[in-house]
C-alpha cells in the first residue's frame, strides 16, 4: 500500500474523524483547574487502546494530571515516541467567545473557509486527536512503518511531574527508542510549513510582595488615605520587577546573559535562509501587532527571536479590580512571572540568579513561588527524523522553513536530555488563536494534518533504512 493510498483512507473516513476531534474537543480538559482532565485522559486513552495499543495511565503524585502512555509494537525495525498534549487553557472572559468554548463549532470565515472554534483547536489538542486518528487509520490497513510509544499529556499548560517522572522511571524500557515526533499545525496563514528542531526552556514562578511587620499593612487592605504614611506592597512589587528589564524591555538580571551560547555556523546559516521568506508585516499582523520593539534586519530580529532569553510578567493580582472604584490599600499583590532560557541556560541557575537579584536590589521580603519547569531543548539538522521531516513535507509539494529553535517552550527535553534521541516537530495545518478567545483551526487543514503524520512517519522509516 502506498502513502497516497492511506491519504485516500483518510479522505474516506474524514467525516468521521472529524466527528470523532469534536466529540473528544468538547470535554473540557482545563490545565489550571482540573477540569475535565480525567474524563479528558480517559478519551484519549479509549482511542489509543482501540487500535491495539497497549495504555496505561500515569500520575507522579495524587494532584498530578495523568499521563497517558502507550506501546505500539508491530515488529519494525525502528521506533519512535510520539509526544501529545490534550490539556489547554482556561476560556477566561467568556463574553469575548463568538462561540461556546467547548462547543466545537464549525463556521465559515474568511479566507480560510470553514473553521473549527474551541479551546484547544489550534494548541494543539485537536492535532493530538488528528495523530491518533491518522495511526488508527494504517492500523487498519495493517501499515504502520514503525513501532511506536506514546507520551500523551495532561499537564503541558501547567507544568506536572507525571511525564519527565514516567520517563526516568522508565528509561530502561524505553531504550528502543531511536527518535521522538511531536506533530502541530505547523503552517502560517499564507500556506508556508514549519519543521523545528527544538524549543527555548521557561522558568516560571510567582512574585509576592505583602505587608510585615516593617512594611505595609499586616491584617488586610486599609483606606488609600493612608498610603502617605504606609508603604504600598503593590507598588513595592512593581519597583522589584522594573529592576528585571532595561528601558528597552531587555533582561538586566545579573549573571542572565552569562550562559546564552552564541548561535553555531548551522543556526546561523538557517536564521539567513529563513530571513529570505520571513514576512515581518504579516508575522505581526497574525499575532496582532503594529510594530516589533526592535529595529534591525530580519535577520537580526529571529536571531533575537530565538537566541535571547526574554522576561514577561503573565498577570498581576492586586486590591480592588471590580466595577466602578475603590479607594483601598490593599496588603498583598502578586506576579506572575516567566523567562524564557536559551542554551545554555539551567532552570536551577535561573532560580537563583532571580532570588539574588531580588536580594541585592534589597527586596528581601519579595517572596519567590517557583512551578514545574521546562529545559531548553535542541537537536542537529542531519538528525534522521529532522531529515524524515523535511522530506514529509517536500512529499506534500511543501519547501519547509527549518527553524533552529522555537521560541515556545515544550517538554522536549523528556527526549534529548533524558533519553539521548533526537527529535522533531512538524505538521501541515493552520490555526490562529491560541491561549485566547475563539481559538480555531482551518478543517481542510486538519484533514491535510492527518495526512502528514502518516507521511512523516513513513519517511522517516525509509530514511532510517537508507543507513
Known amino acids: 500500500m502506498t502513502i497516497e493510498e492511506l491519504h485516500q483512507e483518510i479522505d474516506r473516513s474524514w467525516s468521521k474523524h472529524l466527528s470523532e476531534t469534536r466529540r473528544i474537543l468538547r470535554i473540557p480538559s482545563i490545565s489550571a483547574t482540573g477540569e475535565g482532565i480525567q474524563k479528558t485522559a480517559d478519551a484519549i486513552e479509549d ?31 525502528k521506533t519512535l515516541a510520539v509526544y501529545g498534549m490534550y490539556d489547554v487553557q482556561p476560556p477566561d472572559d467568556l463574553d469575548e467567545w463568538d462561540y461556546p468554548p467547548f462547543g466545537a463549532t464549525i463556521v465559515k470565515k474568511k479566507p480560510y473557509g470553514e473553521i473549527l472554534v474551541n479551546r ?41 511531574f507525571s511525564l519527565p517522572t514516567f520517563v526516568r522511571k522508565n528509561k530502561e524500557k524505553l531504550a528502543d527508542i531511536d527518535a521522538g515526533v511531536w506533530f502541530d499545525y505547523s503552517e502560517d496563514s499564507s500556506g508556508e510549513v514549519d519543521v523545528a528542531l527544538g524549543s527555548k526552556g521557561c522558568v516560571t514562578f510567582d512574585l509576592i510582595a505583602e505587608g510585615n511587620e516593617n512594611r505595609g499593612p499586616m491584617n488586610g487592605q486599609v483606606h488609600s488615605s493612608v498610603v502617605v504614611v504606609v508603604e504600598s506592597p503593590v507598588l513595592r512589587l512593581i519597583r522589584a520587577i522594573s529592576t528585571f528589564v ?16 552564541e548561535p553555531s555556523k548551522q543556526d546561523l546559516d538557517l536564521i539567513k535562509k529563513l530571513a529570505k521568506r520571513f514576512n515581518r508585516d504579516a508575522y505581526l499582523a497574525e499575532i496582532g501587532v503594529k510594530k516589533a520593539k526592535m529595529e534591525g534586519t530580519d535577520e537580526e530580529l ?5 537566541f535571547e532569553p526574554s522576561v514577561n510578567v503573565a498577570g498581576i493580582i492586586a486590591g480592588y479590580t471590580g466595577e466602578g472604584y475603590s479607594t483601598i490599600l490593599p496588603d498583598r499583590a502578586l506576579a506572575k512571572v516567566d523567562i524564557r532560557t536559551v542554551p545554555d541556560m539551567t532552570i536551577e541557575k535561573t532560580r537563583k540568579m532571580v532570588r539574588e537579584h531580588l536580594d541585592k536590589n534589597g527586596f528581601e ?23 524524515a521531516s ?20 515544550a517538554p522536549m527535553y523528556i527526549f534529548d536530555e533524558i533519553l539521548k534521541v ?19 483551526a482551518v478543517v481542510k487543514g486538519m484533514k491535510d494534518f492527518e495526512k502528514s503524520a502518516i507521511t512523516t512517519l513513513w519517511k522517516f522509516a525509509e530514511v532510517a533504512s537508507r543507513k
Open 246 to 261: 532595561d528601558e528597552d524591555q531587555n533582561p538586566t538580571i545579573k549573571g542572565i546573559w552569562d550562559d546564552v551560547r
Open 302 to 306: 529571529i536571531q533575537k527571536y530565538l
Open 120 to 160: 484547544g483547536a489550534y494548541n494543539s489538542k485537536a492535532s493530538l486527536v488528528g495523530t491518533l486518528l491518522a495511526v488508527k487509520t494504517m492500523v487498519e490497513k495493517e501499515q504502520v512503518p514503525v513501532n511506536l510509544h506514546f507520551f500523551l499529556e495532561g499537564e503541558e499548560e501547567s507544568g506536572g
Open 422 to 440: 533526537p527529535h522533531c516537530g512538524t505538521g501541515l495545518g493552520f490555526g490562529g488563536g491560541a491561549h485566547a478567545p475563539n481559538e480555531f
Open 365 to 387: 521580603d519579595v517572596k519567590m513561588h517557583s512551578y514545574v519547569d521546562y529545559p531548553w531543548s535542541k537537536v542537529p539538522l542531519e538528525a534522521d527524523i529532522t531529515q
Open 47 to 77: 482511542l489509543v487502546s482501540d487500535f491495539g495499543t497497549r495504555t496505561k495511565q500515569y500520575r507522579a503524585t495524587k494532584k498530578s494530571h495523568p499521563l497517558v502512555y502507550g506501546h505500539l509494537d508491530v515488529g519494525a525495525k
Open 390 to 409: 523535511i522530506e514529509a513535507m517536500k512529499h506534500h509539494g511543501k519547501d519547509p522553513r527549518v527553524w533552529p529553535m522555537i521560541a515556545g517552550s
